[in-house]
């Protein structure tokens, strides 16, 4: 059974950092990518980071700048490195994984196929 297990969230003053992090367990995903979605109440869920096995990266022009997502390959970890956060960052931030190596489009919430229950990051002004 796959798990994907987030932590590290919370309550920061504007211009503050968190780190989130993920664990995966049940499965590797070292040949696929991973990535960070939040939603925000009332809103979609919004693409925010993802890595592939490549170790590129791509970000939603929103955290450009600010986010940055890594991973531990042998730990099967994914991070989230927040950066002078805004009000508007706040949301449920969610952990995603796929085993696919290829996509047309990270940016998509169906392109991953494992989800993780999320860790809900309050910024205030």
């Known amino acids: 059974q796959v798990q994907l297990v987030e932590s590290g969230g919370g309550l920061v003053q504007a211009g503050g950092s968190l780190r989130l992090s993920c664990a995966a367990s049940g499965r590797t995903f070292s040949s696929g990518a991973m990535g960070w979605f939040r939603q925000a109440p009332g809103k979609e869920r919004e693409f925010v980071a993802a890595?592939?096995?490549?170790?590129?990266?791509i970000y939603a022009d929103s955290v450009k700048g600010r986010f940055t997502i890594s991973r531990d390959n042998a730990k099967n970890t994914v991070d989230l490195q927040m950066n002078s956060l805004k009000p508007e960052d706040t949301a449920v931030y969610y952990c995603?994984?796929?085993?696919?190596?290829?996509?047309?489009?990270?940016?998509?919430?169906?392109?991953?196929?494992?989800w993780g229950q999320g860790t809900q990051v309050t910024v205030s002004s």
């Open positions: 890595i592939r096995w490549t170790g590129s990266t």
């Open positions: 995603a994984a796929t085993l696919k190596m290829y996509s047309s489009n990270w940016y998509g919430r169906y392109e991953y196929d494992y």
